[in-house]
């Protein structure tokens, strides 16, 4: 039988009679129910996986049953395989299903076993060998145990082998890659909340650049993707990247789509200051009312994980605002934008298509038939504003279900500018209100909201170290109000909030990199996929 024809025979699966059929060249392993003779036609209780779906094959004792007959006699020999197979559940959730194919003739079912075996070994994206940082004090602690109970066992199942580092202090995953080979591995995996994974894209993001010549503190220079697919199993407060791109923070999802080799490219922004590179953000780059709460919970961090509530309501009443100037260079090439409710999923057409346009955008660039930063207008937007938001995701969280920016996309090259101006406390209130429901938080007077690829911002305030960062920052203001701030009257600066990490430059130049990284994930699935239970 050649490799790509189709194998159909009549098995048991759990007592009944089944026809079961496996087509590589459509990918699709089925079965359904065949009472009388012959293997019949395929009807509503029919189930499937796709082989990409598949985990492993092995082969199982049926426990002595007699599967030739509808009679259940004894034989010396049962002969039986199973397969290990990625199940749906609800809200995105995977789970490891199994699911016994039993018959009397032994040839069939090493047949079966050998032609699964190597419609498997085709899957070439898959990993085998993994480097693995966990990080036992994020979160609740609990990162450690997580991993040993939930995702060692099935990358066990799998074949896939481990190098395994626990962190012992912060940025220890970063210095390790840099320090480590790492040609050897097919991936790096963080288990952790979104401060593991940040370290882990720093080190990778470095590590590639150091290799291939590039300065990162250039803030026009052309970064380098790096080879290797980061996994996150989320063991964190937040979980914001894991939610953003698989749907749920569910550590045993993550490790399925770690095993299947799921591929998924994402933008990542990088931040600079007077030349130098401060940090690079996939999820939330704040000033403002984001800042301040991070900067704020900080000193609270032996509250624990209530400390975000404390200081995010501390945050409110003070109502602060800050006045500065916005420029940014609208991302033309997209073909979405941040108002089309049109949220990013897997196989996004809005990503795919948007990086095509901007590839032809860089060529031209590149054969000198333009300028593009020359060509394209920058846009200038003074004022006081409580929050200035940059996210190149989503940023869905289980509290904010849609995110701050629910039509925000992961790899489209661009990232959604959200200006909030100076507003009423009970305003502020309802804009923030309209992250937890499905109403439209742009649709407010105050609020704004662009797609961009680059953007400055120069506080106020900014200091005289600040104001060569260009052309728009060289401008001095006025006088610090000298009204209480709670009033929402101007304070000097705030912080920015960068993925967590607080940047206490105001005066910040961030441009997005279109799909720098790639992660084991396939984007939020459709909740209309039908679904397979076998």
Known sequence: MGAAEPLRSVLWVKRRRCAVSLEPARGWLRWWPSPGPGAGVPGADACSVPISEIITVEETDSHGKDYSSGKWQKIEKPHAFTVHRVRRARRHRWKCAQVTFCCADEQLCHLWLQTLREQLEKLTSRPKHLLVFINPF??????????????????????????????????????????????????????????????????????????????????????????????????????????????????????????????????VSSVHHSGALLRY??????????????????????????????????????????????????????????????????????????????????????????????????????????????????CACPRSPRGLSPAAHLGDGSSDLILIRKCSRFNFLRFLVRHTNQHDQFDFAFVEVYRIKKFQFVSKHVEDDDGDLSERGKQRFGHICSHHPACCCTVSNSSWNCDGEILNSSAIEVRVHCQLVRLFARGIEENSKQEFHG
């Open 138 to 267: 994020g979160g609740k602690g609990q990162g450690k145990r997580i991993y040993e109970r939930k995702v060692a066992p099935l990358f066990t199942l799998a074949s896939i082998t481990t190098d395994i580092i626990v962190t012992e202090h912060a940025n220890h995953a970063e210095e390790s890659l840099y320090e480590m080979n790492i040609d050897k591995y097919d991936g790096v995996v963080c288990v952790g909340g979104d401060g593991m994974f940040s370290e882990v894209l720093h080190g990778l993001i470095g590590r590639t650049q150091r290799s291939a010549g590039v300065d990162p503190n250039q803030p026009r220079a052309a970064l380098v993707p790096s080879t290797l697919r980061i996994g996150i199993i989320p063991a964190g407060s937040t979980d914001c990247v894991c939610y953003s791109t698989v749907g749920i923070n569910d550590a045993e999802t993550s490790a399925l789509h770690i095993i299947v080799g799921d591929s998924l490219s994402m933008d």
């Open 281 to 394: 953000s996939v999820s939330l780059l704040g000033y403002g009312f984001y800042g301040d709460i991070i900067k704020d919970s900080e000193k609270k961090r032996w509250m624990g994980l209530i400390r975000y509530d404390f200081s995010g309501l501390k945050t409110f009443l003070s109502h602060h605002c800050y006045e500065g100037t916005v420029s940014f260079l609208p991302a033309q090439h997209t073909v979405g934008s941040p108002r089309d409710s049109k949220p990013c999923r897997a196989g996004c057409f809005v990503c795919r298509q948007s990086r095509q346009q901007l590839e032809e955008e860089q060529k031209k660039s590149l054969y000198g038939l333009e300028n593009t930063d020359e060509v394209e207008e920058w846009k200038v937007v003074c004022g006081k504003f409580l929050a200035i938001n940059a996210t190149n995701m989503s």
